[in-house]
């Protein structure tokens, strides 16, 4: 393909930015390269069950056929919580325009900055389904503007695929920028859905549930690396990052990141870079209004590795010391459970804990009733914490004793705050001890104390 000399993308630009456009006119314009093999993988198995037959083919007006894929395929992706997948037909999602499917993280609010495929559901063509007319062009140009629409907005981004279907059958397209060459499209050869041939249903399923994402999250130079899932919460998602030894976490809520960022900046600004890893805190990398890259690449939540790896609870010992240097450095964690811990592999064969997940912190000066601010349930308050008295260093170290306890016994219920306090109060040994320790805030005696649980 030729390279656009500067008339040539001003034109282009003229088109994209035309209030008349001619989806005709845009399909012949980009003469598609037809490709007789699929660009993605197809998912291993035929998961999506079309038990429920579409609307018939003849006397149906389009809007049955979108209603039909919204209520029949959409829920069967809902058990994929990593990626969400929504009917989007009211919505002017991509500059005033309505896909009909969108799909996006669960872990980030739908826009046209996390839009991540698209679809269109059209009327079919005709009632022989066995040798189905091929997509009207109009149909096939708006949906490969949708896709370039998509690129424009998500500058970082060089390519999306799309899809057209009529719940029969399903074309894709692989919409493309490049600064030299301009958009491009590339289509697949139309599948059929229905039948004994599930290929098309499997390349369907590949687009609707895909473990692999492909935005990239600006100002974040590369993709994720979806296909390394490392932990999911109703908050956050975390991915394994293209950028080495990074991980890449999504959140639902801006708020989060900005508490995130700001707490681990101001740590990082008293106790220095290099420290962080060393005294076992995660780094910021860089971040934006959703995500943030975060070192290291560690694996986790460690309640569940310590008792897949059938791990001591004493590998987890090195977070007291990070809780005294975050202290030091004058921040409250304020949900130091299990659950935020991250556990290193290291070259000897032994695992190094790492403090994550600062979403809650706050500065000592600042803090407020734990019960006014988030953080860890009640069945980890210390007394203090439950009596609504502003958080202390203290009480983050008792979060962390009783999620200790919980990695392997039966936490009491978090909703009757007086009876956890009462059974705290009366649990025995070792963990009273445990507990005075965090009350005096020894964090020498404490460590040591943790170092030999079992």
């Not at 949708?146 to 981004?157: A, E, F, N, P, S």
């Not at 394994?240 to 740590?267: H, M, N």
Request: net charge neutral; charged share 20%.
């Amino acid at each position: 393909m030729k390279r656009l000399d500067h008339l040539s993308l001003m034109r282009e630009q003229q088109v994209m930015n035309s209030d008349t456009l001619s989806y005709v006119d845009l399909w012949v314009k980009y003469d598609p390269k037809h490709e007789s093999e699929i660009w993605f993988e197809p998912s291993l198995q035929d998961d999506l069950s079309f038990s429920r037959k579409p609307p018939p083919l003849i006397g149906q007006a389009e809007e049955k056929f979108q209603q039909w894929f919204e209520k029949s395929l959409i829920p069967q992706t809902h058990k994929h919580s990593w990626v969400k997948v929504v009917g989007t037909k009211n919505q002017p999602l991509l500059e005033g325009k309505k896909p009909d499917i969108s799909t996006h993280p669960s872990s980030v609010r739908l826009s046209a900055h996390t839009v991540d495929r698209i679809g269109e559901i059209k009327k079919p063509d005709g009632p022989d389904k066995e040798h189905l007319k091929d997509f009207q062009g109009a149909h096939k140009g708006q949906t490969a503007y949708y896709g370039m629409v998509i690129l424009r907005i998500q500058r970082l981004r060089n390519d999306v695929t799309v899809f057209l279907t009529d719940c029969y059958s399903v074309t894709f397209f692989r919409v493309r920028w490049s600064a030299s060459v301009g958009f491009s499209v590339q289509e697949s050869m139309r599948y059929p859905l229905t039948g004994q041939d599930s290929l098309g249903r499997r390349l369907l399923s590949a687009v609707l549930k895909s473990r692999h994402p492909t935005i990239p999250f600006s100002p974040l130079a590369s993709p994720i690396l979806g296909q390394q899932l490392i932990a999911e919460t109703q908050s956050s998602t975390i991915f394994a990052a293209s950028l080495p030894d990074c991980v890449l976490k999504l959140c639902v809520d801006p708020a989060l990141v900005v508490a995130e960022v700001a707490a681990l900046r101001g740590i990082t600004r008293k106790l220095g870079e290099h420290a962080m890893i060393d005294l076992g805190i995660v780094r910021l990398d860089v971040h934006n209004t959703h995500a943030m890259c975060i070192k290291p690449r560690a694996k986790g939540p460690a309640s569940v590795l310590i008792l897949a790896r059938k791990l001591p609870r004493s590998c987890l010992a090195p977070i007291v010391s990070a809780l005294e240097a975050v202290h030091r450095a004058g921040f409250l964690h304020r949900d130091t459970r299990a659950s935020n811990i991250l556990l290193l592999d290291q070259a000897d064969g032994t695992v190094k804990p790492v403090l994550a997940d600062f979403g809650c912190s706050c500065t000592v000066a600042a803090a407020m009733p734990i019960t006014a601010a988030g953080g860890a349930a009640a069945s980890y308050w210390s007394r203090h914490a439950a009596e609504g008295r502003p958080f202390r260093p203290e009480d983050d170290l008792h979060i962390f004793a009783r999620a200790l306890y919980g990695i392997r016994n039966e936490m009491p219920d978090r909703t009757q705050v007086a009876q956890c306090l009462e059974f705290w109060d009366n649990i025995g040994e070792p963990w009273s001890t445990l507990f005075q320790l965090c009350e005096d805030k020894n964090y020498a005696a404490l460590q040591q104390a943790v170092a030999a649980l079992d």
